[in-house]
């Protein structure tokens, strides 16, 4: 009891427990940490800074650059100098397509089904060579059936032409007779033969109309087997293949499987450019006046060409008429169906230009060099590095130029393209 007492008395006194401020261990979720708020700052801060510095440099790049263009030296279209010679001027261009004068779609006569092609593109075939031929077996036939018939009534005709022979010899015979005595041959004998003779001879005859029947008929059979055969109506050179073998083909197209052409062939030796020309521009252009010609697939090259035919009409839709222009040189580059551009040359400019009052000069400009600015029809100069309208008068778009005839001196710089939408002192840097 007393070493238990002495425990109790020895143990220290404590004071009652008071309960700890947990307040400060709450999380506020609402606000980012500090570090997270320092960085934001910081990024904020730079990113203005890059933003003013790259708008200080747009600003500044503006201001001291320029946008480069495309543009042409205005050159009035009279003078030497000239594409064409020295004295020759384009005066009118027009767009166009080369074409042959002489070609066609080669076609059957008759319905049936090819059994041997013997041509390819780029063939050479001369006048009357087979092109093809068409199954024939049923033609052939005919022809022999036809044939046949001829010679029977060939036969025929032998047969009757020598019972005429008989009977007109023994009514011969018996007139002769009766002439040196008529109590020999009676009149009835006599009658009967005369008959006789003239029915072998209607006979002879029916057989000489039947010969030519049958040989009508004989004609028509052979004329419809040759018409299996198709021939090149010209000497020229194949351009399309347009049917194969084993294929249907027929004098027009009927629909389905049938082809109307068998093969498109041309003249090569007969090719001209086709070229549309503003009717604005027509007086201009005359029969056998100089051309120069150049191809979309050649633009490095010209050839030269001669107007052979101005068309007596006009298209009201288009408001061109149409012209024919020979090609002098020829060259085996030159294909059917190639685009190409007509300039179309004019000697007597020059030629009668020496005296007389000036005129204002001419320029044919591409019509990217002609807009339209608050109804007016202007060219944008290039002047000193910034931008100039000048009003000009401009005729219609003629092969993708357009003519001034007012407004330009020569020798400026005209805009062409790589802007959008010019304005008056914008900076830019000429690129002829």
């Known amino acids: 009891m007393d070493s238990g007492g002495s425990l109790l008395d020895s143990a220290p006194m404590t004071s009652p427990s008071v309960p700890p401020d947990l307040s400060k261990l709450r999380i506020n979720r ?3 940490p500090p570090t997270l708020r320092r960085a934001l700052r910081r990024n904020l801060l730079l990113g203005l800074v890059a933003l003013a510095m790259l708008g200080g440099g747009v600003l500044l790049f503006g201001r001291g650059s320029a946008a480069p263009v495309q543009v042409v030296v205005a050159t009035p279209i009279s003078g030497a100098g000239q594409p064409g010679g020295a004295n020759a001027s384009a005066s009118v261009t027009a767009n166009g397509y080369v074409v042959a004068r002489t070609r066609a779609s080669v076609a059957a006569k008759l319905a049936g089904r090819i059994a041997d092609l013997r041509v390819s593109e780029g063939s050479y075939v001369r006048r009357g060579e087979v092109i093809a031929r068409l199954e024939n077996d049923d033609y052939q036939a005919q022809l022999a059936q036809a044939q046949a018939a001829l010679n029977s009534a060939r036969a025929d005709l032998a047969e009757a032409r020598a019972g005429r022979d008989v009977a ?4 011969e015979r018996l007139r002769s007779m009766r002439a040196k005595n008529p109590g020999l041959v009676s009149t009835e004998e006599f009658d009967a033969s005369v008959s006789r003779a003239t029915q072998a001879a209607a006979r002879a005859q029916a057989a000489e109309a039947r010969i030519g029947s049958a040989q009508a008929a004989s004609n028509f059979a052979r004329a419809n087997l040759e018409n299996t055969v198709i021939r090149a109506p010209f000497t020229g050179t194949v351009l ?4 194969e073998i084993g294929e249907v083909v027929a004098p027009s ?3 389905g499987l049938t082809r109307g052409a068998v093969v498109t062939m041309a003249d090569l030796t007969t090719l001209e450019v086709e070229v549309d020309v503003n009717e604005a521009y027509i007086a201009r252009v005359t029969s056998a006046q100089p051309a120069k010609i150049t191809l979309d697939a050649y633009p490095d090259t010209s050839f030269r060409g001669q107007v052979r035919q101005v068309v007596p009409t006009a298209d009201r839709q288009r408001a ?5 222009v020979s090609i002098v040189d020829r060259d085996p580059r030159i294909l ?3 685009g190409a551009r007509v300039d179309f040359l004019d000697t ?4 009668v230009g020496g005296g007389g009052a000036a005129t204002a000069p001419r320029f044919r400009l591409p019509s ?3 807009r339209e600015l608050n109804g007016q029809t202007v060219v944008w100069l290039v002047r000193d590095g910034k931008l100039e309208s000048r009003q000009v008068e401009a005729g219609p778009v003629s092969g993708g130029f357009r003519e001034i005839r007012s407004g330009l001196s020569g020798g400026e710089l005209l805009l062409v393209g790589g802007v959008e939408s010019p304005r008056a002192g914008l900076r830019v840097k000429a690129q002829q």
């Not at 061109?320 to 024919?324: A, E, L």
């Not at 007597?348 to 030629?351: G, I, L, N, T």
């Open 253 to 255: 197209v009927g629909g």
């Open 168 to 171: 007109a010899s023994e009514a």
């Open 336 to 338: 059917p169906e190639m």
């Open 30 to 32: 609402d606000l980012p």
């Open 348 to 351: 007597a400019r020059v030629a």
């Open 368 to 370: 990217a060099a002609v």
């Open 320 to 324: 061109t008429v149409q012209v024919k």
């Open 240 to 243: 399309r293949k347009e049917a």
